[in-house]
């Protein structure tokens, strides 16, 4: 016979631990009903904090998560109602819905629940923010790609040209890599920065990861002065520009090359020289238009990494040059 206080008891347990699950547990958790709207939720959850409940409760998934790609998990979680079958760590990549600037990616699990509300089935998705995991990955696989990928060869034109490969689009979404002219024909380098007016060639352009690495290369140029590119050539300094509308940026005699950069869709850049032991090679522009994200200080740290590869292939190229020469 089964004691009915020790009953009472343990059903009283177990909805101690269900409630602290939707209320202090860090994995976001909401319970779907079959039409996939959500019943409840965890209101810790990271991206629904200071939403109401009344912006929640009712809706389907796909409008709770705005931002994020849910077109599989419909049809994934509507498979697990028909089916059964679970669905464990399934990632999503967006972007946050109270923070539409940030970067968010989430690991989603999906299980049936038996009588989930009012008799019915429906299904529970526990999601949890990788973000920060996947952004680690990310940054390493783009590091083992320049290792393995860049200054494969004795010419500095190609390896400008594998630098832009590497960067587009794990890590922007156009890229210009400029060397100075007299590096490309394999004349000594000169110690100490660069100066104004400094005869560059745009040995690489890449807009896009569909596009030639070699359209619009070759041009023989000079970059306004006093803007972030000349800058960062003459203190070897990388220029982090969060945002191209920022005052300051650009000196206003200089401005209709910001207007110019914006129509194109740039919103964000990175100038990053090309330096080794006591010269400047070089600048990298790194350029965001396709995703909103602005550049961060652990982007321009990344680039940082990836250029000084690259700027070890072109100096050991150019010396190569002119032992040939």
């Known amino acids: ?145 320049t290792r393995r990928t860049v200054g494969t060869t004795l010419d500095a034109t190609t390896t400008a040209r594998e630098l832009a490969g590497v960067l587009v689009p794990a890590l922007a979404d156009a890229v210009t890599v400029h060397i100075l002219d007299a590096v490309l024909r394999g004349e000594p380098r000169r110690r100490g920065p660069v100066g104004a007016g400094e005869p560059l060639r745009r040995a690489a352009f890449l807009n896009g990861p569909d596009t030639h690495a070699d359209e619009r290369d070759t041009i023989l140029e000079t970059l306004p002065v006093a803007t972030p590119f000349t800058r960062s050539l003459e203190d070897a300094t990388p220029r982090l520009v969060s945002r191209l509308d920022a005052e300051g940026v650009w000196p206003p005699e200089l401005s209709e090359h910001a207007h110019v950069l914006a ?9 990053v020289p090309l330096v080794v032991p006591d010269a400047v090679l070089g600048v990298v522009t790194l350029y965001r238009s396709e995703r909103p994200q602005p550049y961060r200080q652990q982007d321009l740290d990344l680039a940082v990494q990836v250029a000084s590869r690259a700027a070890l292939g072109i100096d050991h190229a150019s010396s190569y040059t002119r032992e040939r020469n």
Request: proline share 2%; no cysteine; aromatic share 4%.
């Open 1 to 145: 016979m089964v004691d009915a206080d020790a009953y009472l008891g343990t059903r009283a347990s177990d909805s101690a631990v269900l409630e602290a699950l939707f209320t202090q547990a860090p994995l976001g958790l909401f319970l779907l009903d079959d039409q996939l709207r959500v019943h409840r939720y965890n209101t810790s959850t990271r991206g629904l904090r200071g939403i109401t409940a009344e912006q929640v409760i009712g809706r389907t998934f796909e409008e709770v998560s705005s931002g994020l790609d849910t077109t599989e998990l419909g049809v994934l979680a509507r498979e697990t109602l028909r089916t059964g079958e679970s669905v464990l760590r399934h990632t999503v990549k967006g972007t946050s819905a109270t923070r539409p600037d940030e970067d968010l990616t989430v690991s989603v699990s999906i299980f049936q629940v038996d009588d989930a509300v009012d008799g019915h089935p429906g299904v529970l998705m526990a999601v949890e923010d990788v973000t920060e995991r996947e952004a680690a990955r990310a940054r390493l696989d783009l590091l083992y790609d």
């Open 263 to 271: 129509s194109a869709g740039v919103h964000s850049l990175m100038a």
